[in-house]
């Protein structure tokens, strides 16, 4: 099946720094990316679609300016947590759809954020 | 608002058992259902749904449509501990909608050796 390569897959960082997510289809391009954020023993909750080339459409309640998402190619997307607090601790996960009605979207492996 | 609502939450088995687990939808634009499994990491895909009543199988794991129900359901039989993981539902919409998956809260199995 087709990969999706999230990068980096655990990250720690300090309260008030940025940190960059990537999420790259390896073997196919990807028109639309998801981005999910998932507490503990919860669901996925889908953060934003990102179509390459336009802006990402943001689901209620998510803040665009916290949250900035960039989908530059058709093989790259990338979530950018600014100005980060503990409560955004989580895992994010990337998932990527290709052309095609019946493609199936693939997940990327996730990334642990902790802020500290 | 659209949903999906997986039952039951959580199930212990012991090894060997069949199970079944259920998904229900209500949504405005459906265009298939789809089966992930999760356990540490990312969801992994099982199935997708498009029609109803043909079975989708893979192995020991099945799934079928009932669009007039508004529901599907994953049978594993003779479970291993190895199933032992998060099975999450998902509702593709149309593309209007961006084709984006509108996800239940998911069903926890364990299997028990």
């Known amino acids: 099946g087709a990969v999706v390569s999230q990068h980096p897959s655990r990250v720690i960082c300090k309260s008030g720094t940025s940190v960059k997510i990537e999420c790259r289809s390896l073997d196919f391009q990807a028109t639309t990316m998801f981005w999910y954020r998932q507490f503990p023993k919860k669901s996925l909750m889908l953060m934003a679609t990102s179509n390459e080339g336009s802006k990402a459409t943001y689901e209620q309640g998510v803040e665009k300016d916290k949250f900035l998402i960039n989908h530059a190619s058709l093989t790259l997307s990338t979530l950018t947590v600014t100005s980060a607090h503990p409560e955004d601790s989580s895992f994010y996960i990337c998932s990527a759809r290709g052309f095609g009605d019946s493609t199936e979207a693939f997940f990327g492996q996730g990334t642990r954020l902790t802020v500290v | 608002e659209d949903k999906v609502v997986q039952s039951p939450l959580s199930l212990v088995v012991h090894e060997g058992d069949t199970v079944t687990l259920n998904c229900s939808y209500e949504v405005t634009n459906f265009r298939s259902l789809l089966w992930y499994k999760q356990e540490k990491k990312a969801p992994t895909f099982l199935f997708m749904l498009?029609?109803s009543g043909i079975e989708k199988k893979s192995g020991r794991l099945s799934s079928i449509l009932d669009k007039k129900e508004l529901s599907s359901i994953l049978n594993i039989t003779a479970t291993q501990t190895g199933d032992s993981a998060i099975y999450l539902c998902?509702?593709?919409?149309?593309?209007?909608?961006?084709?984006?998956?509108?996800w239940g809260l998911g069903t926890s199995l364990a299997v028990n050796p």
């Open positions: 998902a509702v593709k919409l149309n593309a209007g909608n961006n084709r984006k998956l509108i």
């Open positions: 498009t029609s």
